[in-house]
């Protein structure tokens, strides 16, 4: 089946320490995103990728870090710069199909907890 | 600042009524606006996109699109308790960025 894989699906830190999020996907979509999503919060967007090699910092960079050296693949890091980093991770992709119709086929988020 | 508002709710609807969700956006380049549906605990998955004015149908769900108001609305007929779920309105400008609002949670009430 053809989606996109995200985990772990939840994740204990201790303050301090950076952790990875995995997000791969076989839908051979080039654009990728990673959004955060707090309680009664909507989903805001961290950094995104249109292409292998480049990737671009959304509204609420700072304290993360991602790569994309596969088309498939599109990691993120949260560091220890970032101050509040408990939230709902959320990965999504979108072909060009998707550029027209705006549709993000997202992954099935990656819960973090900072001790 | 590109924002989208939507009412906070919680919205309430016995079943079988219209439920009505709505959203106000701030940029008048906004080009195209969509709506995602949440579970509890899950990812959001898309509903319906507009990017022209008028009404939008598509089974159950009608999506109201008023340019000059900068106003949207998701209508939802015949409501089921499948349907409880937050409702997010997410609007487009152009750049292949969506930006959401904070979600709508709805019950429908068996």
């Known amino acids: 089946d053809g989606g996109i894989t995200q985990s772990p699906k939840y994740l204990f830190r201790k303050e301090g320490q950076n952790v990875t999020l995995s997000c791969e996907q076989n839908?051979?979509?080039?654009?990728m995103y990673w959004y955060r999503q707090d309680p009664g919060q909507g989903l805001r967007l961290i950094y995104y990728?249109?292409?292998?090699?480049?990737?671009q910092k959304g509204d609420i960079a700072e304290g993360y870090s991602v790569s994309r050296e596969k088309k498939e693949s599109f990691p993120l890091t949260v560091t220890s710069a970032q101050k509040n980093p408990t939230a709902f991770y959320l990965c999504?992709?979108?072909?060009?199909?998707?550029?027209?119709?705006?549709?993000?086929?997202f992954g099935e988020g990656s819960r973090l907890t900072v001790l | 600042q590109k924002e989208v508002e939507q009412n906070s709710g919680p919205l309430s609807v016995p079943e079988g009524a219209i439920a009505s969700l709505n959203c106000t956006y701030s940029?008048?380049?906004?080009?195209?606006f969509f709506w995602y549906r949440q579970y509890s605990g899950k990812s959001p998955e898309l509903i319906m996109f507009?990017?022209?004015?008028g009404d939008k149908e598509d089974g159950r769900f009608t999506a109201q699109l008023n340019k000059a108001s900068q106003y949207v609305s998701l209508l939802i007929r015949d409501s089921q308790p499948s349907d409880s779920a937050t409702y997010l309105c997410?609007?487009?400008?152009?750049?292949?960025?969506?930006?959401f609002g904070t979600g709508t949670r709805l019950t429908v009430i068996p």
């Open positions: 990728s249109q292409i292998v090699n480049d990737f």
């Open positions: 997410a609007g487009r400008t152009g750049a292949n960025n969506l930006f």
């Open positions: 999504a992709s979108s072909g060009l199909a998707g550029f027209n119709t705006g549709e993000l086929f």
């Open positions: 507009i990017y022209s004015n």
């Open positions: 940029d008048r380049g906004s080009q195209s």
């Open positions: 839908l051979n979509h080039d654009a």
